[in-house]
Structure formats: structure tokens, C-alpha cells
């Protein structure tokens, strides 16, 4: 018997669900082979709640089914930070993240400079649906962040740091993990100091559960239950990397940035393409069918790119469908498209639901929510009277969904599937089984460009800021070409300078802009952009152009900035 309920052809609608593993990457790591440190800890924490949370809800259920799609540059973080794990505890080598290392047997140390910034990562959490809930935590937090206001966290108890830690880290563990596994219940009743046997303990459970991800989803794969698709390797916006004049075929008069296209960019999609698929052969020892473009953004370019790469799907908004096939959308959306001489089909996603999961439903009870997602999944299908050749394609971020659940979606997800799984009118699918079972394929004339942010680009270009940080890159562009093309690298130094571009190609460093996103947040990430854009000038052996980092942009005393010359790995 197949997953998702599958005893034969049922001629009943499909729901497919798919859940993007890829906005955990954003800005947070200067992963270095000089250092071999992580500046930022988001990659293990975002592992160790989501990416954990939805592999035991699917083996709970073994009728039901889902897409997952892994971001190749999460996969490569996983693969080092599981390696600094087992090096730490096989030979004590030092931890590869400043975070995490607070777990280790040095705790916070004697080195106080960088205590600022390591208190301020440990506050990073959802106040109401993650800090509120362990009172401990909440104490040490509000207690650090009138430390860090009136300056004196440099003055406090060095087991203040490593509480602080300890808490944090508890904080994001997934929900199975905090309930499941028995070394956690004890550390989460704990009312006074962390002894260093407890951090360890602690540390020895992250570092199970990071190792064990990838062979957990092989296995769901194997038996069916989860289909594994990908993303571009640095999370770029491929219509952008094409030709900057696709964001005005869905908003024609935005403002574009002097040049008139990003240099070589169909090359640097090739590229991003190519080196996706090896990663993701080297984790999960298989060819995804499928490709989630960053963002969802796709373009007539990226469309018959991806059919080139062989790829049977990939899927968008339905915002975009509705602008590309106008009257005609609204009775396909249940159906998948293809442009003309093309292989590939192009799902495209039920957004008012989708968004839903993503931004509505915290705010209730689990089971309410899911109770009330079927109901709207059973009326779209009888008010379309949809078949067996019909398939309701929900595409929602895998991650950051849940920071609106107090439960991280524990009860949604499990009522869900559940509900679905048995049910009478609908069934669960995959994209790949919905092409192998015959879904019904409608002609696409002409796509217009967007995203899954309501069918457009401009999340990304068009405003001063973003224009103007399109228009460093693209002068980074050119000189990296010029080196390449007079040969004045070897191939280490020109594998490790391309890296290093491709990770200054991501696509939050466009969205992630102070004038729309005011406050310490949205600087650092212009920050952290221009660092690794200076690194980038650095490794192609030039001196960066004075004023890339403005003084309005320079970090606080209290951060530490990284090594130069090293490729970080970014991706939303």
C-alpha cells in the first residue's frame, strides 16, 4: 500500500502538501575553513525544531505523504555542524559555533568581549510561544536584556551566560524532542544552575537529532511517504539572475537598478543548479523530480532552464498563474501547466490557504485549525467538482510557519494528517505521484514573472536600497569575471571565490533592507552582505572599494567581525 492512502486509482482530488526546508539559511553563517566557526546560529536550530517536528508527524502517520524540499546549502551546514559534534566529543575540538559552544565544557569562559553578542543571540526566540513558556527562562532573559541596556552584562555571573544558553537551546528544541526524549524532561523541570553534565547532556541530544535527520528522511523517502525536492544552491532569485526588466512584467513601472541585467547570470543559475543537485545526491544518494525556485520566483528563462536540468516540476504561486493565464487560472489552478516543447510541469499553490498555515493559524487551537483547513479542502473540491486528475497544490514555509504556534504546530500537524490520511473524499499526494497518476496538464502560453509574495519581484528590486545592492554585486560580478577570464586563479582559489559569489547572490540580502524593515535586524544584514562581499574581493585577491561598509553600517564594538576571505553560506 502506498502512503497517502493510495490502494489503487481512486478518482478522488489530491492534496499536495509541500513544505520548503529552506529559509532557515538566512544571513546567519560565516561557516569558514579558516575558522571553521558559525557566526550566527540559525542552521541546528531551525533542524532541531522543524525540520525534526515534520519527519515524526509523517512517520506517526504512515497513510500520509508530503514533499519536503532541503535548501543545498542547509544540507551542507548540517554536514559540518555533525561534523564539529563528533570531532568535539571524539577529541574535544572546539565547537564550530560560538552559540553552541556555550553548551560545551568551557561554558561561557573568561573572555567577556564577546558576551554582548553572544546574550543577545540567546534572547533571539519567540517571547510568547517559546520564552513564556519555561519561566526560568523568561527571568534570566528579562534580567540579561536590562543587562545588555544599562551595559553590565560583562559584570554577571558567568553561569547567567551559560543558563542563558542552556535555556535558549532548550527553547528550540523541537516538540517531539521535548517530549519524547527522556534526557530532556528532567533538564526542563531544572530550577537552579546547569551543571557542565547537563549541558553535555543537552549538547549529546542536539547533536542526535542534527545526525540523524538526513538518514530519517532517506527512510521516509524510501518507503514513499515524503517526496525530497530542492532549491537552487544559493537561494537566489533566478528571474533576476536572468534579467533585472522581469520584475516590471508584473509591475511595470518599478525602478531598476543602472544595469540592465545581472553579468552572466543564466551561467550563475546553471551553476547554482548544478552544484544543488550534487549536494543533494551527496546527502540523500538520489535525483530530486523536483525544484522549489527560491521564493518560488520564476520567469520564461528559469522555466526552460529547469526543463534543461531534466526537473518533471516545479511550482510557483498562484498569484503568478493568475497573472500569466488571466481568466483561464481560475478554473486550473487545481491542474498542472507547461509551456510548449517543454517537459517540465509547473505547479502552482493555493495561496489563500497556504498563507493560512503560515500567518493564521497560531493563533488557534491545533485542532480547531486543522479541523477548519479540511472543511475549506473538501469545499474546494466539491465547488469544482474536482477528479482524480485534479491536485490541490499547499506550498508553506517548513520553518518559520510554526513561530506563531505555542506548540510549534505539535497538534495542527498531528490532527492533520490524521484527518487527511483517512479521509473519505480527499487524498493526500506528491507532485511526482500526482505526474505519475495522469494529472491533468493545461497548455501555459507565456509566464509572467513573480514570486510567491503576491506574484511579483519586488520584494527584491526596486527600491534605493535594494537597486543600490544589486548594483554592488553587479560590479563584483564583473570584476570576477575579468579575474576568471585572465586566469589569474588557480582551481582551489576560483572554486572557493565562486562559492563566495554565490553566497552574495541570496536572495534575503535584497529583502532584508532597513527602510522597510527599520531597527538592528535588517543593518546586520547589510552588514554581514558587505563583509562577504569584501571576502569576495579579498579571495579574487583585489582590495575592496572604499565606503562597501559606510559608517552607518558598522557593526557594534561589542560584535566581533569574522575573518575575511571566507565563503559564508546564505540562503532564505
Known amino acids: ?19 520548503c526546508c529552506a529559509g532557515i539559511c538566512i544571513s546567519h553563517s560565516t561557516a569558514t575553513p579558516l575558522t571553521g566557526t558559525f557566526e550566527r546560529p540559525w542552521s541546528y536550530l531551525h533542524v532541531m525544531r522543524d525540520c525534526i517536528d515534520l519527519a515524526v508527524h509523517l512517520e506517526s502517520v504512515p497513510e ?35 552559540v553552541l559552544a556555550l ?27 517559546q520564552v513564556a513558556r519555561l519561566p526560568a527562562y523568561r527571568a534570566l532573559a528579562e534580567r540579561t536584556a536590562q543587562r545588555l541596556q544599562d551595559g553590565t552584562i560583562v559584570e554577571a555571573a558567568t553561569a547567567d551566560l551559560t543558563n542563558l544558553a542552556t535555556w535558549y537551546h532548550l527553547a528550540w528544541l523541537g516538540e517531539s524532542v521535548r517530549r519524547g526524549d527522556p534526557r530532556v524532561r528532567p533538564l526542563l523541570r531544572r530550577t537552579g544552575d546547569f551543571t557542565a553534565e547537563e549541558r ?13 535527520l538526513v538518514p530519517r528522511y532517506r527512510r521516509l523517502a524510501g518507503n514513499g511517504q515524503v517526496e525530497l525536492s530542492v532549491s537552487p544552491w544559493g537561494h537566489p532569485v533566478l528571474p533576476l539572475l536572468f534579467d533585472f526588466g522581469t520584475a516590471r512584467e508584473a509591475d511595470p513601472g518599478l525602478e531598476l537598478p543602472a544595469p540592465e541585467r545581472y553579468p552572466g547570470g543564466a551561467d550563475r543559475a546553471r551553476w547554482h543548479l548544478a552544484r544543488a543537485l550534487q549536494v543533494f545526491h551527496r546527502s ?62 509547473c505547479f502552482f499553490r493555493n495561496d489563500e490557504l497556504s498563507e493560512r498555515v503560515g500567518f493564521e493559524y497560531g493563533r488557534k487551537n491545533g485542532e480547531t485549525a486543522a479541523a477548519e483547513l479540511v472543511m475549506e479542502l473538501e469545499r474546494i473540491a466539491a465547488a469544482g467538482d474536482l477528479q482524480g486528475r485534479n491536485v490541490i497544490p499547499l506550498v508553506i514555509d517548513g520553518l518559520n510557519a ?62 534605493p536600497e535594494r537597486n543600490e545592492t544589486w548594483q554592488l554585486l553587479c560590479a563584483a560580478k564583473t570584476l570576477f569575471d575579468q579575474v576568471v577570464v585572465e586566469g589569474a586563479l588557480d582551481e582551489p582559489a576560483q572554486s572557493l571565490a565562486e562559492c563566495q559569489l554565490a553566497v552574495c547572490e541570496g536572495s534575503d540580502w535584497f529583502w532584508a533592507m532597513p527602510e522597510s524593515n527599520p531597527g538592528e535586524s535588517a543593518l546586520s544584514f547589510q552588514r554581514l552582505f558587505r563583509r562577504h562581499l569584501a571576502s569576495l574581493y579579498r579571495l579574487l585577491d583585489e582590495v575592496p572599494p572604499e565606503g562597501l561598509l559606510p559608517p552607518a553600517l558598522l557593526p557594534p564594538q561589542s560584535v566581533a567581525a569574522p575573518p575575511a576571505g571566507s565563503p559564508a553560506v546564505v540562503a532564505g
Open 402 to 463: 510554526w513561530e506563531s504556534f505555542h506548540d510549534n504546530g505539535f497538534q495542527f500537524q498531528r490532527a492533520l494528517y490524521r484527518r487527511l490520511a483517512g479521509h473519505p473524499r480527499l487524498r493526500l499526494s506528491t507532485f511526482a505521484r500526482s505526474l505519475r497518476r495522469g494529472v491533468e496538464v493545461r497548455p501555459l502560453e507565456s509566464l509572467v514573472a513573480g514570486s510567491w509574495i503576491d506574484g511579483r519581484l519586488d520584494t527584491w528590486i526596486g527600491s
Open 1 to 19: 500500500m502506498e502512503p497517502g492512502g493510495w490502494l489503487g486509482w481512486t478518482g478522488l482530488p489530491t492534496i499536495a502538501w509541500t513544505w
Open 200 to 212: 553535555r547532556t543537552l549538547l549529546e541530544c542536539i547533536a542526535d537529532v542534527l545526525s540523524g
Open 284 to 345: 540523500f544518494g538520489l535525483r530530486p523530480r523536483g525544484c522549489w525556485p527560491a521564493e518560488g520566483a520564476l520567469c520564461n528563462e528559469s522555466l526552460a532552464l529547469l526543463d534543461n536540468f531534466g526537473f518533471d516540476w516545479t511550482a510557483s504561486a498562484g498569484a503568478v498563474l493568475s497573472r500569466s493565464a488571466g481568466s483561464f487560472a481560475d478554473n486550473g489552478a487545481c491542474c498542472a501547466w507547461r509551456r510548449d516543447g517543454q517537459r517540465l510541469v
Open 64 to 98: 500520509a505523504c508530503a514533499v519536503v524540499n532541503f535548501s543545498p546549502v542547509l544540507l551542507e551546514q548540517l554536514d559540518d555542524y555533525c561534523a564539529g559534534l563528533a570531532a568535539h566529543f571524539r577529541s574535544g575540538a572546539p565547537l564550530p559555533d560560538r
Open 103 to 129: 553548551l560545551g565544557p568551557d561554558g561561557a569562559g573568561e573572555d567577556r568581549r564577546h558576551w554582548p553578542m553572544l546574550a543577545r543571540a540567546c534572547l533571539r526566540a519567540g517571547q510568547e510561544n
